[in-house]
């Protein structure tokens, strides 16, 4: 049964910085990519980041290139999001989602991913 478990999120200063993780079970990390996007209040799901399967190459979304690191661990069968220079537009809740197709180069569309995470709620506010 594939779950994708997130954490890592909380409350944070402008300037801070959280490291997300998304812990895998049911797949391995090593055949399909990983996706990261986040829902603000009010707003629509957007991609902000996500990592493909073999050299493990990140793509990030122009908000947060520069800012947000994505990397994985294949023997934990987890990735990471650390995320620095947080601003009050990152806050929103984060979902971690497994691309649908094994051995595919990663994108930020939505709905190219099958399984998604519960997701963690990270807020920047002083």
């Known amino acids: 049964q594939v779950q994708l478990v997130e954490s890592g999120g909380g409350l944070v200063q402008p300037g801070g910085s959280l490291r997300l993780s998304c812990a895998a079970s049911?797949?391995?990390?090593?055949?399909?990519?990983i996706g990261w996007f986040r829902q603000a209040p009010g707003k629509e799901r957007e991609g902000v980041s996500c990592?493909?399967?073999?050299?493990?190459?990140?793509s990030y979304s122009d908000d947060v290139k520069g800012r947000f690191t994505i990397s994985k661990d294949n023997a934990k069968n987890t990735v990471y999001l650390q995320m620095n220079s947080l601003n009050s537009e990152d806050t929103a809740v984060y979902y971690c989602?497994?691309?649908?197709?094994?051995?595919?180069?990663?994108?930020?569309?939505?709905?190219?991913?099958?399984?998604w995470g519960q997701g963690t709620e990270v807020t920047v506010s002083s």
């Open positions: 989602a497994v691309h649908r197709r094994a051995g595919s180069s990663c994108s930020l569309t939505s709905y190219e991913y099958v399984y």
């Open positions: 049911g797949f391995s990390l090593g055949y399909f990519a």
């Open positions: 990592i493909s399967t073999g050299d493990g190459y990140g």
